[in-house]
């Protein structure tokens, strides 16, 4: 894969990310890490605005935010024009959030999903395209409003 993805997570998150960067290198993914770097508690919008500005700005093409429930994170970088963050919880919804929505951050829940739901996750997001068409209208309302 030739993508740069961000990513950034809060305590709750941080072991899980340790996994999905394990995964990401794996596959050559050159990615940026916004932290955090340990289990002490901090708060998620720090991270979470530090993956949204990388999106919006072109620095990464990709995002992925983690914390505990996963809804503090995407909310965040939500905030960002150019982000489409979707809360995931198995590959099916993954799956349909780049199909549908044209996904490019992935929100996890922490506490709630295993690593093993998690790489089957990332395997699809990463390998499912958009599928445009009726979506593409959808797609384009959520930032404007607009039927184009």
């Known amino acids: 894969m030739k993508i740069i993805v961000a990513i950034g997570c809060d305590h709750a998150g941080y072991e899980l990310k340790a996994s999905v960067l394990s995964w990401l290198q794996s596959k ?17 919008p720090d991270f979470a605005h530090e993956v949204g500005h990388a999106i919006q700005t072109g620095r990464a093409e990709i995002g992925i935010v983690i914390c505990g429930s996963g809804n503090g994170v ?3 970088v939500n905030k960002y ?20 929505n044209n996904a490019n951050v992935l929100a996890l829940p922490a506490r709630y999903i295993t690593v093993d739901e998690v ?18 209208n959808r797609v384009n309302k959520i930032f404007t409003g607009i039927k184009k």
């Open 81 to 100: 024009s150019k982000v489409r963050s979707a809360l995931c919880w198995n590959k099916e919804i993954a799956s349909l959030a780049r199909q549908h």
């Open 74 to 76: 995407n909310m965040t």
């Open 28 to 44: 050559g993914v050159e990615t940026i890490d916004f932290g955090t770097s340990s289990l002490l508690s901090v708060d998620y």
């Open 119 to 136: 790489i089957e996750m990332l395997e699809v997001f990463f390998t499912t395209a958009f599928e445009g068409g009726r979506h593409h």
